[in-house]
């Protein structure tokens, strides 16, 4: 079994937990779940930067100590786990003593290779990045090159490296093993930053209390870059008594992986592994970078203010539902846009429509097929299987090299031949026709066999919902290796439970707000999509509550011109209001009295303020509104159906 080591960077903690850090972790993640399904002996590590000027401008501004700054942001960073499911094996502090000694044996045996010396230090500083930059760095106005925020000018006596003598064993390096840096394209420009040149870096700092106080250097403390790189060994027990972690993923380990985001490759694709030349310690095998998470055009970053807190997603879509659009959106190593327009998007066609409909149709006709349990013959002879199986080494290619999108992807394309195979079949109709077939039998087995293959290989990316989707087609305990994904796995007349919706489409309209929404209805057409939209089972269009109600008020809902406020008595001792789009149809006097049909079991959403449960059904022509009656007078709160 060969070893694992997986990091992801340490976050800062001046600021909460934004999308961005959140990505690394849930690519760090999946990566570690995966491997252990692989075969591997991972150890995957996270954690908090916590010293530094920032943190301790950011902790004086509040009026608190540092370290209190740094606890309340640490009990964010393990809540989040908590709701995502991060499983790392370890979480280190550079706060933490054991952090401390790792620093102080790094900088013993860089002390004894001779590689620092003492010199005074001048020149533009930015104290977001905690960087010296030379003068040609700058943006315009003397502005930091990465946050263009003003520098200050800087003068004080350090703590040099001699990163300079590093410059061509460094070359050496990249040269030897290309694959140190990923994707490739990072590899040149790191090799294109040395190649440039490599001035010696000072690694301490004068008057600048919270940090680890240098060896031997009074008033000095260990610069920001070389305590925080250093966590990566300190947590494994590098300068403690005991080393056995240590030893099996850093001294011995197969692969050292850095997972990070571009923003910082140049400290660890070029200081880091120099500081552990000069120490004489193994390099990490892989940095792998990758790209930003952006809004509107821009970094998502706090200074940009366009920030993406994760508690809204999850509280809305579910963890798993996060964690697999963040993988499935970003090509791994290049930006990628957020919008909570493609989150609802990506949401409803992949989960409500693509694997929630594909799992319900076939649990619910196997159940009514099959009394209650998995079809009772299996099929190897089918056209999934190959189908399955490419999907599967697809995946898996995929998944080896951090593609995580192509992987989802060849999953969502089984997922699709999968409809079309069921469409053709229309075992609806062989059920009524014939009753339950070995036939029918077959078919819909191959079709809950290829929902049991996507859910296994999704078992890395969703860890709670994946085994949910398999606890609905018979199968208890998820796989835990990946022998799983070849063809023939799923139980044959097993007991299977009637089906909780997994994957409730969502409101978009509810969710973006009716403005947006509207300018999207204008922008397409819907006509030609409404031929396509995939057939329904009678359970889930009883899923949707219609009932009928009289309307005993009406009143436009001010400064809207569609809007119509409605109160709406549906047999339920208080009235409701409910908001409908028909201000433009009908006037209020029309209304009242008059007895509608309305969708009763609607989640609540809010429309210029006003707060609406439910919705009034009406057939739109050209998009006019035209009201639904029933034929004769009923008591309020009748079902329809
Ligand atoms: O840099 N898109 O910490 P940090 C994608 N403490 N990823 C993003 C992102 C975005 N918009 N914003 C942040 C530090 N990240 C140092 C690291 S390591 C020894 C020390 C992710 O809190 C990405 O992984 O600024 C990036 O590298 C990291 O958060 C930076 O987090």
Known sequence: MSTFYLTTPIYYVNALPHIGHIFTTTVGDTLARYLRMAGQEVYFLTGTDEHGQNIERAARNEGIEPIALADRVVAKYRELRDRLGFSYDDFVRTTQERHKRGVYEIIRRIEAAGDFYTAVHEGWYCPPCETFYTEKELGPEKTCPVHGTPVEWKSEENVFFKLSKYQQPLLD???????????????????????????????????????????????????????????????????????????????????????????????????????????????????????????????????????????????????????????????????????????????????????????????????????????????????????????????????????????????????????????????????????????????????????????????????????????????????????????????????????????????????????????????TTPPAAAAETPRITVDQFFQAELKVATIVAAEPVPKSKKLMKLTADLGEGAPRTIVAGIALAYQPEDLVGKQVVVVANLQPATLMGVESNGMVLAASLDGKPILLHPDAQVPNGTRVK
């Open 173 to 523: 390096l990249y040269r030897e093993h290309p694959e140190f840096v990923r994707p490739e394209t990072r590899l040149n420009e790191v090799r294109a930053f040395v190649e440039a040149g490599l001035r010696d870096l000072s690694v301490s700092r004068a008057n600048l209390e919270w940090g680890i106080p240098f060896p031997a250097k009074p008033g000095q403390t260990v610069y920001v870059w070389l305590d925080a790189l250093t966590n990566y060994i300190s947590a494994l027990g590098f300068g403690s008594d005991d080393t056995r972690l240590y030893d099996r993923f850093w001294e011995h380990g197969d692969v050292r992986l850095h997972l990070i985001g571009k923003d910082i490759l140049r400290f660890h694709a070029v200081y880091w592994p120099a500081f552990l030349m000069s120490a004489g310690l193994p390099l990490p095998t892989v940095v792998w970078a990758h790209g930003w998470w952006q809004r509107d055009g821009r970094k998502v970053s706090k200074s940009a203010g366009n920030i993406v807190r994760p508690d809204e997603l999850i509280d809305r879509f579910g963890a798993d539902s996060v964690r697999y659009f963040l993988l499935r959106e970003m090509v791994f190593g290049q930006d990628a846009n957020f919008s909570d327009e493609a989150f609802v998007d990506r949401y409803n066609s992949d989960f409500a429509n693509g694997l929630g409909n594909l799992l319900s149709r076939l649990v619910t006709l196997s159940r009514s097929a099959f009394d209650g349990r998995t079809p009772p013959h299996a099929c190897s002879d089918n056209e999934l299987a190959p189908a399955a199986k490419q999907a599967a080494e697809d995946y898996r290619a995929a998944m080896e090299n951090l593609a995580f999108n192509r992987a989802l992807e060849s999953l969502w394309r089984l997922i699709g031949e999968t409809d079309q195979y069921i469409h053709r079949r229309e075992p609806w109709k062989m059920l009524k026709a014939e009753g339950p077939t070995p036939a029918l039998a077959r078919i819909l087995w191959n079709g809950m066999e290829v929902v049991r293959i996507v859910s296994t290989a999704l078992l890395p990316v969703m860890p709670r919902m994946a085994p949910q989707v398999l606890a609905a087609i018979g199968v208890p305990e998820p796989a835990t290796n990946f022998d799983a994904l070849r063809w023939g796995g799923l139980p044959t007349d097993v007991e299977i439970p009637a089906l909780a919706p997994l994957f409730p489409r969502i409101d978009k309209a509810a969710y973006l707000g009716e403005a947006k929404e509207k300018k999207k209805m204008e922008e």
